[in-house]
């Protein structure tokens, strides 16, 4: 498609996602029995999902010694054989017991948990619109997310990207991003300027952007038919 034929209109994000209040742990905790620091991945839990390798990286970073934390991964099961797998994994490995499947989460409970997550690593390979990013984006959590669009264009400077078939180097952004807590800080702070360039308001400029540049080969077309209709002879 000819760049002058496509608009891009994201969309928006309701008001409860922002940076968390001070002392809303303690709901955090009330609510999902999470304790911070931890990390956080929320994707489709399928193939394409890529929580094969996000283990893959998680193991590697808790057999060496470099992450404690643990990986909390909410949502139900959409391919309960792929999942199978990621389970069987993290059991040969010894480490079933640091990532916590916790389940469906309401989404008006989904602010605090990417609020007061140490990082939100997205490894999902193929996304129409990583909405989840953008949900990120406005509760100013660090992200680290899959080197292909569209979440590079979502994210932008406000993440740290890495190669989501590659479990290394997966691994390897993880740990810079959790030993630097400059870096953190300044991926927060980016996250939450990025997160004004999603809004409803702006989704619907598109839409009207679109309908205007639409409106005057319709116009066009209703004069053709016009001029194409006999008279009618009464």
């Not at 891009?8 to 996602?17: A, R």
């Not at 409803?200 to 004069?223: D, G, I, N, T």
Request: hydrophobic share 40%; proline share 7%.
């Amino acid at each position: 498609m000819p760049p002058d034929k496509i608009i891009v209109s994201y969309p928006g994000v309701t008001e409860d996602f922002r940076v968390p209040a001070p002392g809303s742990a303690a709901l955090l905790r009330e609510r999902q029995g999470i304790e911070p620091p931890y990390m956080l991945a929320v994707t489709r839990l399928a193939g394409y999902g890529n929580l094969l390798n996000l283990a893959k990286a998680y193991v590697y970073l808790v057999k060496a010694g470099k992450v404690t934390m643990p990986l909390v991964i909410p949502g139900e099961v959409w391919d309960a054989q792929y999942i199978g797998k990621v389970r069987e994994l993290l059991a040969e490995e010894g480490c079933s017991d640091r990532v916590k499947f916790i389940g469906y989460v309401p989404h008006q409970h989904m602010p605090l948990l990417f609020g007061h997550a140490a990082c939100f690593v997205f490894p999902s390979l193929l996304e129409a619109c990583g909405t989840v990013l953008i949900e990120a984006l406005a509760c100013g959590t660090p992200i680290l997310c899959c080197r292909r669009r569209p979440m590079a264009d979502i994210c932008g400077d406000a993440a740290v990207l890495f190669d989501g078939e590659e479990p290394s180097d997966i691994a390897d952004k993880i740990f810079d991003v959790l030993s630097d807590r400059s870096l953190r800080d300044v991926l927060s702070r980016r996250a939450v300027e990025r997160s004004t360039h999603f809004s409803w308001q702006q989704s619907a400029e598109k839409v009207h952007q679109l309908f205007e540049q639409l409106a005057p080969a319709s116009r066009a077309a209703s004069r053709g038919a016009e001029a194409k209709t006999p008279e009618r002879r009464t």
